[in-house]
């Protein structure tokens, strides 16, 4: 019995200091890695944007057939058409919708802009009579005034992780308010405008890049083409009698803007491993 008990009492001793060496060890563990969470583009947005409209354009402005010239005599003096090149701000709000498959983007989105794109051009050339004298009997002008506008269309591109490239096209609307005339300075009957206001829808493309800062905010830039087609318009003189054939004006153009968009919704859910 005394010998069981020594024998214990011993290999208590030996077990003890090596147990409490383990427990003063440290443990060493696998680090969990957690990999930046997966950026997706799918989900809803809203935006603002600015930007800068620019073109070029042609009035068509026939000249009077019965002038000071004499019945059915056309006035030589006067051009029959206009360049005008309109130009100036914009800007708007937008919203749209994005469907992300593995590295393509689908989406459709709206937007309606305020601007400020418009021109005139006014010419009024110089005749020399019989006796030498300079004489400034007619003039003629054009104007064009994009007041506001509009898309809606469809995206499609190409995502590696936060940057986006895409190309877009679709519908594009309008108001336009055109004006032109073609007058004899010195007989009302024949100073001869139309001037029109209205709606007008065409169609527009173009592309863009854009650029996520964080998981809600997005940073875009954006090229379009708009062309609304060609207003015709009839014009009067002040007596209210219609004029020459109607006038023309093409309205279309460039414009490039920049934006921020504000997406609901996150990043999908960090990747542990």
Do not use: C
Not at 28 to 39: F, Q, S
Not at 132 to 145: F, I, K, L, R, V
Not at 160 to 188: I, M, S
Request: charged content about 15%; cysteine-free.
């Amino acid at each position: 019995m005394k010998k069981l008990l020594l024998v214990s009492v011993a290999l208590a001793a030996l077990i003890g200091p090596a147990t409490a060496a383990d427990l003063a060890r440290p443990v060493y563990r696998r680090p969990v890695v957690v990999a930046a969470p997966v950026y997706t583009w799918t989900g809803w947005y809203v935006g603002a944007n600015v930007g800068y409209g620019f073109g070029s354009t042609t009035s068509e402005i026939p000249p009077i057939a019965d002038n000071v010239f004499g019945a059915g005599a056309a006035n030589p003096a006067l051009p029959v058409s206009l360049g005008i090149d309109p130009k100036g701000f914009f800007g708007g709000v937008g919203a749209g919708y994005n469907w992300q498959i593995r590295n393509y983007l689908f989406g459709v989105e709206g937007d309606i802009q305020g601007s400020g794109i418009k021109s005139g051009l006014a010419f009024q050339p110089v005749t020399v009579d019989a006796l030498g004298h300079t004489h400034t009997d007619w003039h003629n002008s054009a104007s064009e005034d994009l007041k506001w506008f509009g898309t809606i269309r469809g995206r499609a591109g190409l995502v590696f992780d936060r940057f986006l490239a895409y190309g877009t096209g679709g519908l594009a609307f309008g108001g336009v308010k055109v004006f032109t005339e073609n007058a004899y300075n010195f007989d009302p009957t024949k100073w001869y405008t139309s001037d029109s206001t209205t709606t007008r829808a065409g169609w527009t493309a173009g592309g863009g890049v854009e650029y996520a800062l964080a998981y809600t905010w997005i940073f875009k830039a954006e090229y379009l083409y708009y062309d609304l087609g060609t207003i015709d318009s009839v014009a009067v003189n002040n007596f209210g009698q219609s004029g020459f054939v109607p006038s023309s004006l093409r309205v279309h153009g460039n414009l490039v803007r920049v934006g921020l968009n504000y997406k609901f919704g996150y990043a999908a859910a960090p990747v542990y491993k």
